[in-house]
């Protein structure tokens, strides 16, 4: 009885009203899951990392091998580059849903601080608030220079192991090797710019994570 007393008194109510009563997902929610994306992705970037190390030795193998062992090394580099494969769809749908969640925060955060009645806090939150996008903006530009590294790099790759499937001979591995050293060196631009988006990826992550 005390509590619908309370609820029904119009100052009370106005107060919890404007204390976020009643909201299912608080900002600082909101921020945390943002920052929990940011570490998944990082994660998955550092696995990419070491996954391409992974491929290259597969390919150098390749290269490498006598005619008799020239399937065997085929099939290694064939299966690595499945992984590859489905590593970078994880890697794909973790930045959507950063994408989504990070925008999200800001675009709260961005409203929220709008509507501040004290003018000084209103400035230093829309401050922090467009520091914050531009750390943001600038690991979605790190992220879409891998991506079209990542698309160079894996149109070449696909494109040699349909050759090499093709043509499984000693003819077919000899001529081969002049593209599979140019696959190989595709790999440096798409590596750098992985690592390029790790770090931008970890230096957002370290502002939003509480300290």
């Known amino acids: ?36 994306d940011l570490q998944q992705l990082h994660k998955l970037l550092a696995a990419g990392d070491e996954q391409v190390s992974t491929l290259n030795k597969a390919l150098t193998t390749v290269a490498q091998a006598q ?20 590593l970078a769809a994880k890697v794909s749908d973790q930045i959507e849903d950063l994408k989504d969640h990070a925008e999200a925060y800001l675009a709260t955060w961005k409203k ?12 230093m939150s829309l401050e922090r608030q467009q520091l914050v996008q531009q750390d943001f903006g600038r690991v979605m530009a790190a992220v879409n220079t891998m991506s079209t590294a990542g698309k160079t790099y894996g149109a070449d ?16 591995s000899e001529l081969a090797k002049p593209f599979l050293t140019k696959v190989q060196a595709s790999s440096g631009p798409f590596l750098q710019s992985l690592r390029a988006a790790q770090v931008e990826v970890d230096k957002l992550a370290t502002v939003l994570q509480p300290k």
């Open 1 to 36: 009885m005390k509590n619908n007393k309370l609820l029904s008194h119009p100052v009370a109510l106005a107060l919890l009203l404007a204390l976020g009563a009643g909201c299912s997902t608080t900002q600082s929610e909101r921020s945390q899951r943002a920052v929990s």
């Open 67 to 86: 005619p008799d062992a020239l399937r065997p090394a085929f099939a290694t580099f064939e299966k690595e580059l499945q992984r590859t494969q489905k």
């Open 112 to 123: 929220q601080a709008t509507q501040l009645g004290n003018a000084d806090l209103k400035t």
């Open 157 to 172: 790759l696909k494109d040699l192991r349909t050759f090499l499937g093709n043509d499984m001979t000693r003819t077919g």
